[in-house]
C-alpha cells in the first residue's frame, strides 16, 4: 500500500478536511497517475453531504481528474510514464455481465465509480480526485490531448462528456435547432459542443445576466426564461433541449418549445418527480428523456472531439484549501463556470 494525502468528508455535516489514506498498490494491469488539476462537480456536494442518502464515510470526492502517468504495470500498453491523463466518473466495470456493452457500459451493472464506491473486490473503498495520486486501470484512463490547457480540461471528464453523450446520440448538428437550459457547469459545455457541431443553439436562462458570455461561446440565441413571451416566441421552436438544472421547472411549458418528433433531455436531476401531462406529449409525438456520463469509448472521443475543436471548460482555479468556500459557491451559482483544484497547493 501507498500513502495518499487528500481532503475528505468525514461526516455529511462536516466541512471537508485534510485526509491521509492508503491506495493499494499497482498491479500489471494498472496505471499511477500523478493527480494535477480535479475539478469539482455539484455531485460531489451531493455525494460529501449525503443528499443521495449512499454516501459512505470517510470520502475523498473528485471525479474530474487531470494528471500525469507515472509508472505502469507490466501489461499495461496505452500509456506510458509522462504521458498526460484523465479519469472520469467511474474506474471499473463488470467485464463478464451477460448485458455487458462497451458503448453504453455506464448504463451496466457492475460500474464502480471513482469515490463512494467498492472495488471488484467488494471491499475496498474508491477515493477520488481531491488526492494526490490515483491506482487505475489502464481500461478506464483516458488520453488528454496535447493541445488542450490541462487545467481547463480536468472538467471534460464530467461536464464534457455529460453534455457531448445526449448531444451525440439525439443528433446535434447542422440545421438541427438545440435548446439549452441554464448557463452554469454544464450548460455552457453545452453551448461550446453543440456549436462545434454545427447545430443552432440557443440558451434559455432564469435571466439575461450571462447572455453576453453565452453568445461569446457560441449561442446563436439567449432568452431569459423569467419572461413569460420567451415561451410563446420559441413555441414549437427545438429538436432538441436539455435541461441541465435540477430545480423545479414548468416541465410542461419547456416541452411545449419542441417541435414534432423532439426530445427534452434531463441532465439534472430534480429533487422531486417530473410531473408531466400527456397533452404535452402526445400531440407532437414528443418525448422526455434523461442520460448520464458516457462510456469509456464515448470519453475518449469527446476528447478527442475537443483537441480538435479546442474545446475547455472555462474555469475558476483555486486552491486545495478552498475548496469549502467553493462549494458554497456552487450552491449559489457564483462561479464561471467550473472550480478546479490546483493539487500542487495540496
Known amino acids: 500500500m501507498a500513502l495518499a494525502r487528500g481532503y475528505a468528508a468525514t461526516d455529511a455535516s462536516k466541512p471537508l478536511e485534510p485526509f491521509t489514506f492508503e491506495r493499494r498498490e499497482p498491479r500489471e494491469d494498472d496505471v499511477v497517475i500523478s493527480i494535477k488539476y480535479s475539478g469539482i462537480c455539484h455531485s460531489d456536494i451531493h455525494q460529501a453531504r449525503n443528499e443521495w442518502g449512499n454516501s459512505a464515510f470517510p470520502m475523498v470526492p473528485g471525479h474530474e481528474i487531470a494528471g ?136 434559455l436562462s432564469q435571466s439575461l445576466s450571462k447572455k453576453e458570455d453565452g453568445l461569446k461561446l457560441g449561442a446563436d440565441h439567449y432568452y431569459a426564461t423569467s419572461d413569460a413571451e420567451t415561451f410563446k416566441t420559441l413555441a414549437g421552436t427545438f429538436d432538441l433541449i436539455l435541461c441541465t438544472v435540477s430545480a423545479e421547472i414548468d416541465w410542461n411549458a419547456y416541452l411545449g418549445l419542441l417541435k414534432v418528433d423532439g426530445t427534452l433531455v434531463l441532465l439534472g436531476i430534480p429533487e422531486k418527480p417530473v410531473p408531466v401531462h400527456a397533452f404535452a406529449l402526445v400531440p407532437a409525438r414528443r418525448s422526455i428523456a434523461g442520460s448520464m456520463i458516457g462510456s469509456i469509448k464515448e470519453t475518449q472521443e469527446m476528447l478527442d472531439f475537443c483537441g480538435e475543436h479546442n474545446i475547455v471548460s472555462e474555469i475558476e482555479l483555486i486552491r486545495m484549501d478552498q475548496v469549502n468556500e467553493a462549494y458554497e459557491r456552487v450552491i449559489k451559482s457564483d462561479v464561471r463556470y467550473r472550480f478546479v483544484i490546483d493539487m500542487a497547493t495540496l
Request: proline share 6%.
Open 68 to 203: 500525469i502517468v507515472t509508472a505502469v504495470g507490466s501489461k499495461v500498453s496505452k500509456f506510458k510514464v509522462g504521458d498526460r491523463v484523465g479519469v472520469g466518473c467511474f474506474v471499473d466495470s463488470c467485464t463478464t455481465c451477460a448485458s455487458r456493452d462497451v458503448d453504453l457500459e455506464q448504463y451496466m451493472p457492475g460500474l464502480v465509480p471513482t469515490y463512494n464506491g467498492v472495488e471488484a473486490d467488494g471491499e475496498t473503498p474508491t477515493q477520488g480526485g481531491y488526492s494526490d495520486h490515483i491506482v487505475v486501470k489502464e481500461g478506464y484512463v483516458l488520453s488528454i490531448p496535447e493541445n488542450l490547457p490541462f487545467e481547463a480540461t480536468a472538467p471534460l471528464l464530467c461536464a464534457g462528456i455529460t453534455l457531448y453523450s445526449p448531444l451525440r446520440n439525439w443528433g446535434a448538428g447542422p440545421g438541427k435547432k438545440v435548446a439549452v437550459v441554464g448557463m452554469g457547469g454544464l450548460g455552457h459545455m453545452g453551448v461550446k459542443l453543440a456549436h462545434a457541431m454545427g447545430a443552432d443553439v440557443t440558451v
